[in-house]
């Protein structure tokens, strides 16, 4: 998929990702791709990356650990 500027940012770098969870390309206890792997896959700021993130550990999708 890609990222049009014409929807918000982080709701199609949300979308993605979520399918991606959905196909099973993350499994449980995988490595998540980190935020910066994330900001230059999709060419979005840091701030639109934890945005996402933070609403996929608030679904119980992801753990997130320090």
């Known amino acids: 998929m890609e990222i049009t500027r014409s929807i918000p940012l982080n709701e199609q770098v949300r979308k993605i990702l ?4 959905q196909r ?3 499994s449980a206890g ?3 791709p980190s ?3 994330l900001c230059q896959e999709f ?3 840091r701030a639109t990356v934890r945005t996402v ?9 992801l ?3 320090a």
Do not use: H
Request: aromatic letters at 8%; zero cysteines; glycine letters at 10%.
């Open 18 to 21: 979520l399918e991606r969870i």
């Open 30 to 32: 995988m490595r998540f």
């Open 24 to 26: 099973g390309d993350y």
């Open 35 to 37: 935020e910066s792997e």
């Open 63 to 65: 753990v997130r650990q």
């Open 53 to 61: 993130l933070a609403d996929l550990t608030a679904r119980g999708l």
């Open 43 to 45: 060419g979005v700021s």
